[in-house]
């Protein structure tokens, strides 16, 4: 329906909530406003599974929970500190057709914590997933954090992109994301291909997409070419409202990885460009970049810890850290040759099947300066099968 059929139950909703300030009251209006979401979704589960319908297909009930705390003591030219903790949550039934479709359907909500409003976001989850043998494609809501993604906050993005490319704290700052996505695992070539929609285009602002991919070629046992890109784009023609912009980059290069002693070991080296265009009607802002980025990394027994070395010139990219990128943050770009480097150590703990705890620490090196950030994350996922 249209932007301005809007129910009267919504209506409603925000004439309570502008004329009630008390916290206490807007909190229980918050509140109710989810649990009419949870309603809204049994009516659809009802809906879509008639009983004589449940022979057929198969129903389950997933929760992901994400707790994140992360902060960081920055005080340099590029990237200012900032303290971040919330939690985000989804509950999704997942009605399987057959053994390779499903479609899952539930509500999210993202609490930051201090907030005065008991959910920052909340938003639905509907998606469609088809398997293959070696595939998967999705459509709608992208997936949650998993509990066997890489440890080590360096490797926490929501796509585990370079930070460079996609800084990690996106997946605290933007932890629901919808799109599409598409998974191959092969013997010698695995990737990962994703479109996130950010905004629609109105008479207020333009579109804004990403999307990447995350691939790998595996050449010997111990030996892979890694191959990663990222792309940000504003535009729209619907509604000329703001500048057309583009920031994309790439990288890639090789991947040594193997067992030293009682450690699994890897060395990354890659090289990256980008082609950053903040407005197509004045080429004169546009920039090219280069850059090196490399990664050593060693893991034993729940511990990791890792040191990363960068030299960058003009590579500047939307949605990726500051810290690795030629602009200040009064918006002056950098001239000459950018240098950054971290050192970080990271512990994790299973705490059971469904959950797991991981803490770390970094120091980091901006220029001449030397800073610190920490970071807490929990993922818990729980199944339920329901028949």
């Known amino acids: 329906m249209g932007r301005g059929c809007e129910c009267r139950e919504d209506q409603e909703y925000r004439r309570r909530w502008r004329e009630c300030p008390s ?23 009802t809906a879509l599974c008639p009983p004589n319908a449940v022979a057929q297909e198969r129903l389950a009930i997933r929760s992901d929970v994400l707790l994140y705390g992360d902060n960081t003591e920055f005080l340099n030219d590029f990237r200012e500190g900032e303290t971040i903790f919330g939690a985000a949550l989804r509950v999704a039934a997942f ?26 976001q909340v938003r639905p989850v509907i998606a469609l997933t088809v398997r293959g043998n070696r595939s998967s494609f999705l459509f709608g809501t992208l997936p949650a954090p998993a509990l066997d ?59 804004r997409f990403d ?41 890639t290069g090789v991947d040594l990885h193997g067992t030293v002693g009682a450690y699994r070991a890897s060395v990354e080296l890659l090289g990256l460009i980008s082609r950053h265009v903040p407005d197509r009607s004045r080429g004169n802002l546009s920039r090219d970049g280069a850059a090196f980025f490399g990664r050593v990394s060693g893991e034993r027994s729940g511990w ?13 990219k939307d949605e990726g850290d500051l810290n690795y990128l030629s602009i200040r943050r009064s918006g002056e770009r950098y ?15 299973s705490l059971s099947p469904s959950a797991m705890l991981e803490a770390s620490g ?6 001449n300066r030397y800073e610190y950030s920490y970071r807490v994350v929990s993922v818990v996922s729980s199944f339920w099968r329901m028949r």
Request: proline share 4%.
């Open 23 to 45: 916290r206490q009251v807007r909190y229980c209006i918050a509140q109710m406003q989810l649990v009419r979401g949870f309603a809204m979704l049994g009516g659809l589960l």
């Open 362 to 367: 970094r120091i980091h090196r901006v220029e």
């Open 211 to 251: 999307g990447g991919l995350t691939a790998s070629v595996r050449v010997t046992e111990h030996l892979a070419i890694p191959l990663q890109l990222h792309v940000v784009h504003e535009g729209g023609q619907l509604h000329a409202s703001g500048a057309v912009a583009d920031s994309v980059a790439a990288a």
């Open 95 to 120: 009605i399987e057709l057959n053994e390779r479709v499903s479609v899952s359907l539930g509500v999210f909500g993202n609490q930051r914590f201090g907030s005065d409003q008991a959910f920052e």
């Open 149 to 207: 993604a890489p440890a080590g906050p360096d490797r926490g993005g929501p796509h585990g992109l370079l930070p460079p490319l996609q800084r990690e704290t996106l997946a605290y700052e933007r932890p629901y994301e919808a799109g599409l996505a598409w998974t191959f695992t092969g013997r010698a070539i695995r990737h990962d291909f994703w479109l996130e929609w950010q905004k629609l285009n109105t008479p207020d602002h333009r579109e």
């Open 335 to 349: 001239a000459g040759i950018r240098d950054y480097a971290e050192a970080g150590l990271t512990r994790r703990f």
């Open 304 to 316: 990791r810890g890792h040191l990363i070395f960068w030299r960058g010139r003009h590579f500047i």
